[in-house]
T-cell receptor, first 110, second 117 residues
Framework: KNEVEQSPQNLTAQEGEFITINCSYS?????LHWLQQHPGGGIVSLFMLSSGKKKHGRLIATINIQEKHSSLHITASHPRDSAVYICAVSRLSSGSRLTFGEGTQLTVNP | GAVVSQHPSRVICKSGTSVKIECRSL??????MFWYRQFPKQSLMLMAT?????????EQGVEKDKFLINHASLTLSTLTVTSAHPEDSSFYIC?????????????FGPGTRLLVL
């Protein structure tokens, strides 16, 4: 079993839909990261969370430390949101090294 | 936000040659830099962690003599793939962190696509 698991693996939505991507982890963490990887390969750090909720534009990330679960929400999705979304954790025992989930391929159709 | 660059963005080389990839933090000092490899449809795999002025720490299964890492300054780390073979063809990504704290954001480079013929 992977230490960081994401669901779903693939997600197809229509433009405007509300999207949720889930991440569960099984290790003690100091922070959880949501990353976005574009088709060309470049990676952007969207959020770093250690508790509660963060919002940036149409993106919202939440984390429940007790349940070891995080969600990434996209409101009013747009085709340009199509990308791979990766959940990664900084383990308590590993400093700033990240442990990655497998990623969620999101496709938003116009 | 902070910017990390990589050079080259794409390289094609013959089997047996060595390839150097540079990773630069453009607007901050990177105490720690990470090198990752990503095969198609797979997640990132950490290869090594480098701290400025000290030897890199390699992940299990990564040959340190094949993947030479030099973190010579607070803004530059290099990865040299020595005697490259077709199985080394992959997408190599670096990231940089300003510090060694547990809650440091990592800033990723745009990646280098290596094809070994």
């Amino acid at each position: 079993k992977n230490e960081v698991e994401q669901s779903p693996q693939n997600l197809t939505a229509q433009e405007g839909e509300f999207i949720t991507i889930n991440c569960s982890y099984s290790v003690g963490i100091s922070a959880l990261h949501w990353l976005q990887q574009h088709p060309g390969g470049g990676i952007v750090s969207l959020f770093m969370l250690s508790s509660g909720k963060k919002k940036h534009g149409r993106l919202i990330a939440t984390i429940n430390i007790q349940e070891k679960h995080s969600s990434l929400h996209i409101t009013a999705s747009h085709p340009r949101d199509s990308a791979v979304y990766i959940c990664a954790v900084s383990r308590l025992s590993s400093g700033s090294r990240l442990t990655f989930g497998e990623g969620t391929q999101l496709t938003v159709n116009p | 936000g902070a910017v990390v660059s990589q050079h080259p963005s794409r390289v094609i080389c013959k089997s047996g040659t060595s390839v150097k990839i540079e990773c630069r933090s453009l607007d901050f000092q990177a105490t720690t830099m990470f090198w990752y490899r990503q095969f198609p449809k797979q997640s990132l795999m950490l290869m090594a962690t480098s701290n400025e002025g000290s030897k890199a720490t390699y992940e299990q299964g990564v040959e340190k003599d094949k993947f030479l890492i030099n973190h010579a300054s607070l803004t530059l780390s290099t990865l040299t793939v020595t005697s490259a073979h077709p199985e080394d063809s992959s997408f190599y990504i670096c990231s940089a962190s300003p510090g060694q704290g547990f809650q440091e954001t990592q800033y990723f480079g745009p990646g280098t696509r290596l094809l070994v013929l």
